[in-house]
């Protein structure tokens, strides 16, 4: 399973590190340790990420270590060796919409920045994923953090040796790329 547990963390939720935990920075995408007990404060629980303010800053934390926030962990999805092409992109789409802007909660994939993804059969044999994407503005500073959550989460997939997320801004990104859900969820008709 890919979304979080049936315990639910709130937005304003104050806790304190259960354990040393890693977490990603926003918007800068570097992995670093929190120390145990650490106050954090969530910021949004959605997919299978958390994400936390703490001391100013806004972090993710991915679903293996949300038991630091009192949670059971998510692990990563796995598609085993030998699926079809067919297999490999349900499985990519699947991933993509368990991830979600750290400040924006609705996926990506309804939110409307994923263009696109193809599976590429290379010559020696292995598979190459590569997704087309964008960001609700060119200047956004999320681009690099969703993206590499995007690849994590899809490289679950044994048979890919490679997951490529390209950033374009043609055609440049629009509310009305979002799907109906994610206009309500987000208020925005």
């Avoid at 890919?2 to 920075?25: A, Y």
């Avoid at 936390?52 to 800053?57: A, D, F, L, V």
């Avoid at 490679?162 to 509310?175: A, G, H, L, Y």
Wanted: net charge negative; hydrophobic share 40%.
């Amino acid at each position: 399973m890919s979304q979080l547990s049936s315990k639910r963390l709130n937005k304003g939720d104050k806790l304190q590190l259960l354990r040393e935990t890693e977490v990603i920075s926003v918007p800068f995408g570097k992995a670093i340790t929190l120390p145990q007990g650490e106050p954090v404060e969530v910021m949004q629980a959605r997919g299978s990420t958390v994400s936390i303010g703490h001391q100013g800053r806004l972090y993710m934390v991915e679903g293996s270590n949300l038991d630091a926030l009192g949670l059971p962990p998510v692990e990563r999805p796995i598609l085993p060796k030998g699926a079809s092409n067919d297999q490999i992109a349900e499985f990519a789409w699947q991933q993509l919409r368990t991830c979600f802007d750290p400040e924006i909660p609705v996926n990506i994939v309804d939110l409307g920045l994923v263009y696109g993804l193809k599976v590429v059969d290379l010559l020696d044999g292995r598979k190459m994923l590569n997704i087309k994407m964008t960001l609700t503005a060119p200047g956004c500073g999320m681009g690099e953090v969703i993206a590499s959550d995007a690849r994590r989460k899809i490289q679950g997939a044994e048979d890919l040796s490679q997951v490529n997320t390209e950033i374009v801004f043609d055609p440049p990104w629009s509310r009305e790329m979002m799907t109906e859900d994610a206009r309500l969820e987000l208020g925005m008709f």
